[in-house]
Nanobody, 127 residues
Framework: QVQLVESGGGLVQAGGSLKLSCAASGRTFGSGVMAWFRQHPGKEREFVARVRWLAGSTYYADYADSVKGRFSISKDFTRNAVHLQLNSLKLEDTAVYYC?????????????????WGQGTQVTVSS
């Protein structure tokens, strides 16, 4: 089992920045994927960004088109955590952000492919 705990959400003005963190505990895995999804009210959960690693300390990052160039994801191997830096925030970035993980390095971005989820953290962008 893998437990995920998110932190760092909050209220920020449009154009501002936030940093989300997700700490993993429990089972450790030498390869896998940790990702961020978000969910707007009444909408389905959507992919935001992911890091994928096979072994060692090299990882590969991918982003949804809607956040590319504004958000940055990074993997902290020493703390078994993943961070999401949100810059140039827009009103439409307001959502609950969820951290997810799986222990295989598949490139799928479907929420169905992630067995482990955090509780979510609210990001609210105001005008």
């Amino acid at each position: 089992q893998v437990q995920l705990v998110e932190s760092g959400g909050g209220l920020v003005q449009a154009g501002g920045s936030l940093k989300l963190s997700c700490a993993a505990s429990g089972r450790t895995f030498g390869s896998g994927v940790m990702a961020w999804f978000r969910q707007h009210p009444g909408k389905e959960r959507e992919f935001v960004a992911r890091v994928r690693w096979l072994a060692g300390s090299t990882y590969y990052a991918d982003y949804a088109d809607s956040v590319k160039g504004r958000f940055s994801i990074s993997k902290d191997f020493t703390r078994n955590a993943v961070h999401l830096q949100l810059n140039s925030l827009k009103l439409e970035d307001t959502a609950v952000y969820y951290c997810a993980a799986r222990t295989t390095s598949s490139t799928s971005s479907s929420p169905d492919g992630f067995p482990y989820w955090g509780q979510g953290t609210q990001v609210t962008v105001s005008s």
